[in-house]
T-cell receptor, first 116, second 112 residues
Framework: EPEVTQTPSHQVTQMGQEVILRCVPI?????FYWYRQILGQKVEFLVS????????KSEIFDDQFSVERPDGSNFTLKIRSTKLEDSAMYFC??????????????FGPGTRLLVL | GENVEQHPSTLSVQEGDSAVIKCTYS??????FPWYKQELGKGPQLIID?????GEKKDQRIAVTLNKTAKHFSLHITETQPEDSAVYFC???????????FGQGTELSVKP
C-alpha cells in the first residue's frame, strides 16, 4: 500500500541553524501539507501546497519557514533559523483531492526535531 | 477563529466495553470530519470520516455521528480490544483540500 515517507526520523540541531525536513508524498497525490505537534499538544496546521504554490498557511508559518517541491517526488520544509520553540514532531501529509469524497489526508511517520 | 474541542483527554475502559469520544467545532462552514488514530511513534492514521451530508457512518466496530445543528460529532468504538489503545484525534475541514483543524486528542486505554 502506498504511504507517505519522511526523513530524517529524528533531527537535533543548534538554535539558529537551518534544517530541511524531507517528505515523499504518495505518487498520484496533488495536495501536500505540513503539520506539527509540540509534545503533549494538538496537531497544528502549518502550510498546504498545490500546483507548485502555497495554497494556505497558518500564522505559525512565518518568514522563517519555506516549502519546496524540488522535483516530482520530494516535498521539503525548511526552517531558516531554528528557535527553541520549533522543537516538535513535524508531519507531512498528502491528499489525492479530485473532488469531495477524495480528500483524505494521509500522514507520514513524522520527523522529531529537537532544537538545543 | 476556527477551533475544535475534544473530550475527554483520557479514557480508560475494560476490554469489551464501548468507548465514546466527543468533539465540537466552531466554524459552521466545516463539512468534513475525519478521525485519526495515533500509535506511539507513528503518524496519525485515518480510521473513519464523515461528511456533512451524512448523519452517521459505521465501519465494523467503529461509528461516527454528526450533529450539524449543534456542531458536534462523536466517535463510538464498540467491543473494545487492547489493540484499540492509542491516541485518537478528531479534525474538521471546511473545503476539499483544505487544512485540518485538530482536536486536542484522547488517550484511550483498553484494559484486558
Amino acid at each position: 500500500e502506498p504511504e507517505v515517507t519522511q526523513t530524517p526520523s529524528h533531527q537535533v540541531t543548534q538554535m539558529g541553524q537551518e534544517v530541511i525536513l524531507r517528505c515523499v508524498p504518495i505518487s498520484n497525490h496533488l495536495y501536500f501539507y505540513w503539520y506539527r505537534q509540540i509534545l503533549g499538544q494538538k496537531v497544528e496546521f502549518l502550510v498546504s501546497f498545490y500546483n507548485n504554490e502555497i495554497s494556505e498557511k497558518s500564522e505559525i508559518f512565518d518568514d522563517q519557514f519555506s516549502v519546496e517541491r524540488p522535483d516530482g517526488s520530494n516535498f521539503t520544509l525548511k526552517i531558516r533559523s531554528t528557535k527553541l520553540e520549533d522543537s516538535a514532531m513535524y508531519f507531512c501529509a498528502s491528499s489525492e483531492v479530485i473532488r469531495a469524497g477524495e480528500e483524505t489526508q494521509y500522514f507520514g511517520p513524522g520527523t522529531r526535531l529537537l532544537v538545543l | 477563529g476556527e477551533n475544535v474541542e475534544q473530550h475527554p483527554s483520557t479514557l480508560s475502559v475494560q476490554e469489551g466495553d464501548s468507548a465514546v469520544i466527543k468533539c465540537t467545532y466552531s466554524d459552521s462552514a466545516s463539512n468534513y470530519f475525519p478521525w485519526y488514530k495515533q500509535e506511539l511513534g507513528k503518524g496519525p492514521q485515518l480510521i473513519i470520516d464523515i461528511r456533512s451530508n451524512v448523519g452517521e457512518k459505521k465501519d465494523q466496530r467503529i461509528a461516527v455521528t454528526l450533529n450539524k445543528t449543534a456542531k458536534h460529532f462523536s466517535l463510538h468504538i464498540t467491543e473494545t480490544q487492547p489493540e484499540d489503545s492509542a491516541v485518537y484525534f478528531c479534525a474538521a475541514s471546511t473545503w476539499v483540500g483544505g487544512k485540518l483543524i485538530f482536536g486536542q486528542g484522547t488517550e484511550l486505554s483498553v484494559k484486558p
